[in-house]
């Protein structure tokens, strides 16, 4: 087979024989195929033969997956392990066949026969009582063990799964044997683990008396000052406030005065008020042990049905479902001052293939596959009513999520508040359908392909996370140490000043919030393609084909979002030249043919591309 030699097949006796990595999720379909020569990276980020990432084609049983995003990763959106008998990977240049990828991956299901078999597996990891400290946690602390010396971490992981296969049989109504064929796979993966400790402010510092707070390597008291602003900008000093010192001295006692609190801040202790510490700590940090487990829990199952119609035709179908909850971010707290979030994975796919040998030349296959894919995140906590220092978004359909409260800038600052970087939520959901169809037919020397690959996606992503050092729709303020240092030290706030402190003060230094609206794509693909490979000597064989490549652009469903580019023509009133006093060129512009948009929606059509 010319496909063969241009890559590899991983049988499933490998699958089988080979050890299999169990360590934060369940297994992987696609862990082998780093064992072909040729593919690097990893799950989320591979490559084949130095390829562009994510460029992978992924194939079941013969029909392309539609992918609306990440192309290549099957992570989010697999079948279980064992419902796969084995993968060829094409790292070569291949048929034209195969087309939006550079490099592809075939997976084959597993199917029933009249024999019952199938096999079942269980794995159990308890580093408390199986597993070793390592090397470094032998001689030191393990925070996420209590502070103790020669403790490994906690991580308990179990790993249960199952397959059964065989002939549909109900009695005296219907017996496949030899025609009707199921096969049926169920996979359960479930981690639970404890947090490491975190540091909150004592019920003194929460009081504004600093006078026991120390640098945590030093151990040397870390004075607090009068912010040296207060001088310049007396709006920057809670009403009522009697310091004791003057802006840039050190408050007496290292006390900040209850009347100089913030009412944002003092709102927000008062509502939310903060845990204890209950650790031991070291010089004030690490003194909050979280009590609660976080679980991840996934679960995946598929079933599989094949039914010969005839002799010469079948028909082949698998569906499956991922679903797993993962937990990420502190859970310290039960509070809108929480810091965890819920990644919920959803994923499914329907496939479903008809062959038909018509004879010994000529045989006519078709298909068809669905994919969905849900990739959510939601805070753990959500804010009821309203947050005196920040609006809510005011998106439709975000939740009302806590800002982000961060603290820096110092040798002790405890754990932030919220969700990080001004997350409220994310929703993306993206399916995908596939159709291919394919007459493959052999006369003389040659051995023709001939078929069509048709392709449509949609995405509804609306993501409100921030990222890139942007902050999300629930917004980020920042206290910082530098607010109530000493301004005489070099470095401000590197050995005086808090961030807590300047937070009780309600100085901040930075505050931010970014968004963006529901983003509602869909596009469609559409390939007809041909391929003749002529044996022209046992030992010579010429490859040649054509794939007509018509990708339509990204279409936009104006009635739920709006979408902004940068324009380089556009006139940037708001900017002008020095040099000529006209606006400068270069603005932001949305698409649409609305008052002030970009008058197009949607890019030209390409239709001059052609493969291989």
């Known amino acids: 087979d010319v496909y063969k030699r241009q890559g590899t097949t991983l049988p499933e006796q490998l699958a089988q024989d080979l050890p299999q990595l169990v360590s934060g999720s369940n297994r992987q379909i696609d862990n082998f195929i780093f064992l072909v020569p040729g593919v690097t990276g990893n799950g989320f980020s591979h490559r084949i033969n130095g390829g562009v990432d994510q460029q992978t084609e992924v194939m079941f049983n013969g029909i392309p997956e539609a992918f609306s995003e990440t192309a290549g ?122 947090q490491t400790p975190i540091t909150l402010p004592t019920a003194a510092e929460v009081g504004g008396d600093f006078s026991g707070l120390v640098n945590a390597i030093s151990g040397a008291p870390i004075p607090i000052y009068v912010p040296i602003a207060w001088a310049s900008n007396s709006s920057l000093i809670p009403a009522g406030c009697n310091p004791g010192a003057a802006p840039g001295s050190q408050f007496p006692g290292n006390k900040i005065p209850t009347s100089c609190f913030s009412k944002v801040s003092t709102g927000v202790l008062s509502q939310y008020p903060l845990p204890a510490p209950n650790a031991p700590g070291h010089n004030g940090i690490n003194n909050f042990a979280p009590t609660t487990i976080l679980l991840n829990l996934q679960t995946d199952y598929s079933i599989n049905i094949d039914h010969n119609l005839t002799t010469k035709q079948a028909l082949h179908g698998i569906y499956w479902q991922q679903k797993f909850p993962q937990p990420s971010g502190t859970d310290w707290v039960n509070s809108p001052l929480n810091g965890e979030q819920i990644t919920t994975i959803l994923g499914r796919g329907l496939n479903v293939t008809y062959s038909n040998a018509i004879n010994s030349r000529l045989v006519v296959t078709g298909g068809f596959m669905y994919v969905y894919q849900g990739n959510d995140f939601l805070p753990t906590n959500l804010l009821k009513g309203q947050f005196a220092g920040a609006l809510p978004s005011g998106l439709s359909g975000q939740p009302n999520v806590f800002p982000s409260v961060g603290f820096g800038g110092g040798g002790w600052e405890p754990q932030p508040f919220g969700p990080g970087n001004g997350l409220t939520s994310t929703i993306n959901h993206k399916k995908g359908f596939s159709y291919l169809g394919n007459v493959l037919y052999i006369k003389g020397r040659h051995t023709m392909n001939a078929g069509v690959d048709i392709r449509t996606t949609h995405q509804d992503d609306f993501e409100c996370g921030g990222s890139g050092g942007q902050p999300g729709c629930a917004g980020i303020i920042n206290f910082t140490s530098d607010i109530t240092a000493n301004p005489t030290e070099a470095v401000p706030g590197a050995t005086s000043g808090n961030g807590f402190a300047s937070f009780l003060l309600g100085d901040a230094t930075l505050g931010g919030r970014g968004g963006a609206g529901n983003t509602n794509l869909s596009n469609t693909y559409v390939a007809p393609y041909f391929q003749d490979d002529i044996q022209l000597k046992p030992k010579l064989k010429v490859n040649w084909g054509i794939r007509w490549d018509l990708a339509f652009p990204f279409k936009n469903d104006f009635h739920t979002n709006q979408l902004t580019y940068f324009d380089p023509n556009a006139v940037n009133t708001a900017e002008i030249s020095t040099k000529t006093g006209q606006p400068l060129l270069g603005a932001m512009a949305e698409l649409g043919t609305c008052n002030g948009c970009s008058g197009w929606s949607q890019q030209t059509m390409n239709w001059h591309h052609f493969s291989p």
């Open 73 to 194: 990763y099957t992570f989010w959106n697999q079948p279980p392990y064992d419902s796969i008998k084995d993968v060829d990977v094409l790292t070569g240049t291949f048929s034209a066949q195969y087309g939006l990828g550079q490099g592809v991956e075939q997976y084959h299901a597993k199917s029933g026969t009249n024999a019952f078999h199938g096999n079942a597996l269980f794995l159990y990891r308890d580093d408390k009582y199986f597993g070793a400290p390592g090397a470094y946690y032998d001689t030191n602390p393990n925070p996420s063990a209590g502070n103790k010396i020669d403790v490994p971490s906690p991580d308990i992981e179990t790993n249960w799964a199952f397959s059964l296969g065989g002939p549909v049989y109900i009695p005296k109504v219907y017996n496949g044997r030899n025609k009707t064929f199921w096969y049926f796979a169920y996979d359960r993966y479930r981690k639970s683990f404890g």
